[in-house]
């Protein structure tokens, strides 16, 4: 596998489409690979930022969340949230390379992730290729960041190993690669998080990737979401009284 970045200019707020940007940084795509994309600077595109001056960024968080848990909760004084499904701090707003804003995340994420792909497979003749839009990510117990897909398309999610046999003839009964979060982690990691101005990255080299000429189904996009009943954190996550956001 091999994750190349790509430089831009300085993506602001409300500056144009990204698909011209797409146009204009994107040179080549090999067939079977695939393009990560930041959220951020599709956010960008699409105005889904708020001037931070003068804001209540933790109505914000409320607004975006499906749940969360208030600020006072935080040593370092941080709200945490459930977005889209998925374990959050502030419900994904970031301030960072943002030239005064708060920036949401885009509107659809797996919309556009769909419209990319059909973009792609369309400008470059490919009959297997996909998108990731990632944002990044901390992880309990560990410092520092990595990176999570918030969306994906043109193939398998997840690598499903239930019923097969380890080297020693054991049956697996619960282990599923996680193929998008994975991605998303190498593509993040080269991107940067600071000023390298790089939020895309074309991923090579996978033999692992299925790749499919179509976008994930509902069941599918629903499969890869655990509930908090079902969710093997459940004892700490339900040991929390989480409020219910506007989202």
Same mark, same amino acid.
């Given at each position: 596998m091999r994750a190349v970045p790509i430089k831009t200019k300085k993506i602001r707020a409300r500056t144009g489409s990204i698909f011209l940007i797409l146009d204009n940084y994107v040179q080549k795509m090999p067939e079977g690979s695939v393009l990560a994309v930041t959220s951020k600077i599709i956010s960008l595109c699409e105005g889904r930022v708020v001037g931070a001056r003068g804001t209540n960024k933790d109505k914000l968080v409320e607004d975006e969340a499906e749940f969360f848990l208030p600020r006072?909760?935080?040593?370092?004084?941080?709200?945490?949230?459930?977005?889209?499904?998925?374990?959050?701090?502030?419900?994904?707003?970031?301030?960072?390379?943002?030239?005064?804003?708060?920036?949401?995340?885009?509107?659809?994420?797996?919309?556009?992730?769909?419209?990319?792909?059909?973009?792609?497979? /369309?400008?470059? !003749?490919?009959?297997?290729?996909?998108? #990731? +839009?990632? %944002?990044?990510?901390?992880?309990?117990? &560990?410092?520092?960041?990595?990176?999570?897909?918030?969306?994906?398309?043109?193939?398998?999610?997840?690598?499903?190993?239930?019923?097969?046999?380890?080297?020693?003839?054991?049956?697996?009964?619960m282990t599923k690669a996680n193929i998008i979060d994975a991605l998303?982690?190498?593509?993040?990691?080269?991107? /940067?998080?600071? !000023?390298?101005?790089?939020?895309?990255? #074309? +991923?090579? %080299?996978?033999?692992?990737?299925?790749? &499919?000429?179509?976008?994930p189904s509902k069941s599918e996009l629903l499969d890869l979401k655990i509930s908090l009943d079902d969710d093997l954190y459940a004892p700490m996550l339900k040991a929390v009284k989480w409020r219910k956001g506007k989202a």
């Open positions: 006072k909760l935080s040593r370092y004084k941080i709200m945490f949230a459930i977005k889209n499904g998925i374990l959050a701090p502030s419900a994904g707003i970031d301030e960072s390379n943002t030239d005064g804003y708060y920036v949401l995340w885009p509107k659809d994420p797996q919309k556009t992730a769909n419209e990319i792909r059909k973009y792609l497979a /369309g400008r470059f !003749k490919l009959k297997r290729v996909g998108v #990731i +839009i990632t %944002d990044s990510k901390t992880t309990p117990l &560990r410092w520092g960041t990595s990176g999570v897909s918030i969306a994906h398309s043109g193939f398998e999610a997840l690598k499903d190993y239930i019923g097969t046999p380890d080297i020693f003839g054991r049956k697996l009964k998303a982690a190498s593509a993040v990691l080269v991107m /940067g998080e600071g !000023k390298e101005q790089t939020p895309l990255a #074309i +991923i090579e %080299d996978l033999p692992f990737v299925k790749f &499919r000429s179509s976008n």
